[in-house]
């Protein structure tokens, strides 16, 4: 008898002003991703259920488009699409604010696009965390969320549990994100070649980027990977975290491994070597500089690491995969 398919939830929020065509654009990559795992029959590989959330005034968003109906099993994922008509700073109606947070505090993780960024922001959820948006509102989002690292010149800031992206057109480059985080970087890139759009061949060549499994149901070590995204996990140790998540040292390993797959340590490398890699892609600062600031004092280590995780050492990495010329390393 075949194994039940796990199946994904992955949400896509419509709120007054929102881009359909991104909305509609999102559902039919999801499907042509879900038909190319099928034709590789890996039943390991999950389902993506794709849902529309629409959210008026304070309302509650309500689901009004399943693709695959069946018992809720939370969303996984959140995807906000940009807007043509611009949206206001300040008037972000709340019910959809509180809704947005909610479902982050369930395990989701949330993708705004464009001018979706600024409901994240306006959610405080991007609150000392790195971002980006839309070329024509970065002044007035810096003014406005003074707490955000705004990233004005990057086409995609993924940080793990938040996935911010600068272009009108960039929901495609946020759902091949999903598409490889979830059924890996080589359906990903076949779903790209199917739709010809681009996606960034370092995922398929050096593995996905660092996606936490944050769906898995603990509160406990889910407020941890939150405060480890938030920091970077530059300066973190395993008495910390477990003050963190208020457990036991023996009883967070044992949670945080049975919630993640991985060790403390190993996740904290894993989210450490995944900075690093959008900063080698995106930017032009030495890898001494990049090291030190995921948190390596000693960048041989660093070096050591990366190429542990990535198969490449930072400086073949960014030769191969850098869209700026590189510096003196």
């Known amino acids: ?25 999102l559902t039919d990559l999801f499907g042509v991703a879900n038909r190319i795992a099928a034709e590789h029959q890996a039943a390991q590989l999950p389902l993506l259920r794709v849902s529309h959330w629409r959210g008026e005034g304070d309302q509650v968003p309500e689901r009004v488009y399943d693709s695959h109906p069946g018992p809720d099993s939370g969303l996984v994922a959140v995807m906000i699409p940009p807007s043509i008509g611009g949206f206001s700073e300040g008037q972000a109606p709340q019910g959809l604010l509180r809704w947005i947070r909610q479902q982050h505090g369930q395990g989701a993780t949330l993708g705004g696009v464009c001018v979706g960024s600024i409901l994240l922001a306006e959610s405080g959820l991007l609150d000392g965390r790195s971002a980006t948006t839309h070329w024509t509102s ?48 080589s359906i990903a890139a076949s779903t790209a070649r199917f ?12 593995g ?21 995204q ?23 390993l044992r949670r945080f491994r049975a919630a993640t797959g991985l060790k403390p340590t190993e996740y904290c490398q894993h989210l450490r070597v995944g900075k690093a890699r959008e900063m080698l892609e995106f930017t032009n600062g030495t890898i001494d500089h990049i090291a030190w600031t995921v948190g390596y004092q000693d960048p041989s280590a660093f070096r050591a690491t990366f190429k542990k ?13 850098g869209i700026t010329p590189p510096r003196n390393l």
């Open 1 to 25: 008898m075949g194994l039940e398919r796990a199946v994904a939830e992955l949400g896509v929020l419509i709120y007054p002003g929102a881009q359909m065509a991104a909305v509609h654009g």
């Open 138 to 185: 970065a002044k007035a989002f810096a003014e406005r969320y003074p707490a955000i690292k705004l990233l004005a010149d990057t086409p995609i800031v993924d940080d793990g549990d938040l996935i911010t992206t600068a272009g009108l057109m960039a929901w495609s480059e946020l759902g091949l994100r999903m598409v490889d985080r979830l059924l890996g970087p």
């Open 195 to 206: 739709l010809v759009i681009e996606h960034s061949d370092s995922a398929s060549q050096c």
């Open 208 to 228: 996905s980027n660092f996606a936490p499994i944050l769906s898995h149901g603990d509160g406990s070590i889910l407020k941890v990977q939150h405060w480890l």
């Open 230 to 252: 938030s920091t970077g996990a530059t300066d973190v140790s395993l008495t910390a975290m477990a003050e963190r998540a208020g457990l036991e040292e023996r009883t967070f």
């Open 309 to 321: 995780i990535t198969g490449l050492a930072p400086s073949d990495y960014r030769t191969r995969f």
